[in-house]
């Protein structure tokens, strides 16, 4: 018996580690090697590769793939429909799976409906990507990214209100939701 709920048109491929209180939805495919933590949400029509980490908390909204050399630290929301890829040049006709590029998404960031997520890039802690932007370089941490290609247009809270702080230099200011307290720095904003 699992401790985790799983659909019926669901496929777990055996060797798969799954985590307890998981919710694995409609036609989600998890592949042997994939690795995931606890309190999960898979929603329907996702994809998990062998060399995936999910971490504790995430929720991955419908008809998202997650290839393989990709990370989801700690409470990731991947919106519906966003794209990840692990292949910065793919072609048909060239095998290329020893050039998968590693991805790694940190702990509480939010990647929005329709964006796109190009390989080998990290995405910091709590940032925000905006519905359909693509990203294609590294997003410092509590970033609002929007635009194709994404560009970083303010700040976000970890209660996902925006900061208003200008981009660069320094600057102070407290969450009105949750009172916690932000301080810019040399460009790069932190929580105290």
């Not at 018996?1 to 998981?22: E, F, K, L, P, R």
Request: charged content about 15%; aromatic content about 8%; overall charge negative.
């Amino acid at each position: 018996m699992s401790n985790y709920s799983v659909h019926d048109t669901a496929i777990i491929d055996d060797g798969a580690q799954i985590g307890g209180g998981c919710r694995i939805w409609h036609w989600v495919h998890i592949c042997g090697g994939a690795k995931l933590g606890s309190n999960i949400s898979l929603g329907q029509n996702v994809f998990v590769g062998n060399k995936v980490v999910i971490g504790d908390n995430c929720k991955v909204q419908n008809n998202v793939s997650i290839y393989d050399n990709i990370i989801l630290e700690e409470g990731v929301f991947c919106g519906p429909s966003m794209v990840f890829t692990n292949v910065y040049n793919p072609r048909s006709l060239i095998e290329r799976k020893d050039e998968y590029r590693n991805t790694l998404v940190k702990r509480g960031a939010t990647l929005g409906a329709n964006s796109t997520i190009i390989c080998g890039v990290t995405i910091g802690e709590f940032a925000f990507v905006g519905a359909g932007a693509v990203v294609n370089a590294d997003v410092k941490p509590y970033a609002l990214m929007v635009g194709v290609a994404a560009k970083q247009i303010g700040w976000m809270s970890e209660y996902g209100e925006q900061l208003d702080l200008p981009l660069s230099g320094d600057g102070e200011i407290v969450c009105t939701h949750s009172g916690d307290r932000y301080v810019l720095s040399g460009g790069i904003l932190s929580k105290h």
